[in-house]
């Protein structure tokens, strides 16, 4: 599968904590590309207070994506390529910035929100992480 129809396969999943989520949007397009499920381990979550107590026991958001790409994708810098995943920061429904996971796309970083699929170019600065092939 390419990028193009895993973007509309998700545009056709409703939100859901653990199920079709921003961690999920990515960690799902790593397994379709490798066949390895980096959030094997963290699967089963369903609100958004499991998420955050899962993400506080891990050391944050970014330490649990490290630790899920471990073996399958190596972290990178630079420029994104198509594909690659990453954790960006934008802005919250409630203004405030936070952290969430994101699939580049070639001209922008798309992630699944509660309003569903959506795309941002951002400043290099609101990369926090990359990963990519």
Do not use: H
């Amino acid at each position: 599968m390419d990028l193009g129809e895993y973007l509309k396969l998700q545009a056709t999943r409703p939100w859901a904590w653990g199920f079709a989520d921003c961690t999920t949007f990515a960690a799902d397009w790593v397994k379709s590309v490798t066949g390895i499920d980096p959030m094997a381990k963290w699967r089963g979550y369903k609100t958004d207070i499991e998420v955050e107590l899962l993400i506080a026991e891990a050391g944050g958001l970014l330490a649990l994506w490290g630790e899920g790409m471990i073996d399958i994708w190596p972290r990178v810098s630079g420029d994104p390529a198509i594909g690659n995943i990453g954790l960006i920061t934008v802005q919250g429904q409630d203004g405030e910035p936070i952290d969430i996971g994101a699939i580049f796309s070639g001209k922008r970083w798309c992630f699944r929100s509660p309003r569903g699929i959506g795309g941002a170019s951002i400043d290099p600065a609101n990369l926090v992480a990359s990963w990519g092939r």
